[in-house]
T-cell receptor
Framework: AQSVSQHNHHVILSEAASLELGCNYSYGGTVNLFWYVQYPGQHLQLLLKYFSGDPLVKGIKGFEAEFIKSKFSFNLRKPSVQWSDTAEYFCAVRTNAGKSTFGDGTTLTVKP | GAGVSQSPRYKVAKRGQDVALRCDPISGHVSLFWYQQALGQGPEFLTYFQNEAQLDKSGLPSDRFFAERPEGSVSTLKIQRTQQEDSAVYLC???????????????FGSGTQLSVL
């Protein structure tokens, strides 16, 4: 069975700092990869996804993620965070047409 | 409505009580998923429907958990004889027909927070 590991449980940054959230998965076959975000008081929503092609994926609000197959990683990055990026971030892996497996999430707090 | 709707938003149950949680997916969405999210953890898969067919129920933790989607739209997750360890947020998500792999993503509801006392 696949599993997803997010290295940081809680990250605190000041505005304009750069962000990188780690995500590693365990599965040897073809994967679809996702980052979801949950803003305070809101539901989970898709930030970006990777299915195939260019391993550098760009999402909404200036986020990007890079799929490195040899490292089984899909790290999320943003060059300059804003206070409004304060949220919980979940990495997810899907290996078939059905269920996705989620990591335990990283809480990002951006100080103004 | 525009999004996935779940009700009730909050549910408090006494241990041993049966509960039913409802999910209204986005109209036309073929796939429907239930997830359980415990405090401080990510969503854990429970079960998956494609239209009215339950294609995967491998994540249901015990036979006290039962889900149905009889007409391929609204789904109900039922938990019988609730236990304290059932306390969690239950999330429903739906996705549109798979026209191409790049179109498929999950749309989540706000969840039902279940507290078993």
């Amino acid at each position: 069975a696949q599993s997803v590991s997010q290295h940081n449980h809680h990250v605190i940054l000041s505005e304009a700092a750069s962000l990188e959230l780690g995500c590693n998965y365990s599965y040897g076959g073809t994967v679809n990869l996702f980052w979801y975000v949950q803003y305070p008081g809101q539901h989970l929503q898709l930030l970006l996804k990777y299915f195939s092609g260019d391993p550098l994926v760009k999402g909404i609000k200036g986020f990007e993620a890079e799929f490195i197959k040899s490292k089984f990683s899909f790290n999320l990055r943003k060059p300059s965070v804003q206070w409004s990026d304060t949220a919980e971030y979940f990495c997810a892996v899907r290996t078939n047409a059905g269920k996705s497996t989620f990591g335990d999430g990283t809480t990002l707090t951006v100080k103004p | 409505g525009a999004g996935v709707s779940q009700s009730p938003r909050y549910k408090v149950a006494k241990r041993g009580q049966d509960v039913a949680l409802r999910c209204d997916p986005i109209s036309g969405h073929v796939s429907l998923f239930w997830y359980q999210q415990a405090l401080g953890q990510g969503p854990e898969f429970l079960t998956y429907f494609q239209n009215e067919a339950q294609l995967d129920k491998s994540g249901l933790p015990s036979d006290r958990f039962f889900a149905e989607r009889p007409e391929g739209s609204v789904s109900t997750l039922k938990i019988q004889r609730t236990q304290q360890e059932d306390s969690a947020v239950y999330l429903c998500a739906s996705s549109e027909p798979r026209r191409s792999a790049t179109n498929e993503k999950l749309f989540f509801g706000s969840g039902t927070q279940l507290s078993v006392l």
